[in-house]
């Protein structure tokens, strides 16, 4: 059995604060990331896998880049030790296309946090969570069909949520 309570945790106030850089998270803010991921840390999602602050930044930047008022509200967190589990939604639009229309994706977040070699809890791991298929693809007029004709087949015929 897991003792939380002999281990050490990440303190609340650095949670918070990582969750207000998110949902508050701007093109001119990006260097705010810089406060919360150590130098090595691995960034892993649906599309990207990627080592490092300074790709992580460029990746919240070519999100900036690409969507139209991309932003994230944090529903809930979970603490356990050194770890912590997020859920969330992601708002955007996409530039170029013509649909006013927000999309959002539901997700999660699960950050492994540690301690740097100046006493700053700084995260090493972030590995987000989100079904690619159903929370994008499907949307697409061509490929959204094919895939929701799949998921219909493939899906147990008892009733679903």
Do not use: C
């Not at 150590?38 to 892993?44: C, D, G, M, R």
């Not at 859920?87 to 950050?111: A, C």
């Amino acid at each position: 059995m897991n003792e939380v309570s002999n281990q050490v945790s990440i303190d609340l106030q650095r949670v918070d604060a990582l969750i207000d850089m998110f949902q508050t998270l701007k093109p001119e803010s990006l260097s705010d990331v810089d406060d919360f991921y150590s130098s090595k840390a691995l960034f892993k999602d649906p599309f990207n896998s990627i080592v490092g602050r300074d790709a992580i930044r460029d990746l919240f930047a070519h999100m900036f880049d690409t969507l139209q008022t991309p932003h994230f509200v944090v529903h809930d967190r979970m603490i356990d030790g050194t770890q912590v589990f997020l859920t969330w939604s992601f708002y955007f639009k996409v530039k170029g296309i013509k649909s006013t229309q927000m999309q959002v994706i539901e997700g999660s977040s699960y950050l492994r946090w540690s301690m740097s070699q100046d006493g700053a809890w700084m995260i090493d791991l972030h590995r987000d969570y989100w079904d690619a298929a159903q929370e994008l693809y499907e949307k697409f007029p061509v490929i959204g069909w094919v895939l929701r004709h799949l998921r219909k087949r493939l899906a147990s015929p008892g009733k679903s949520a």
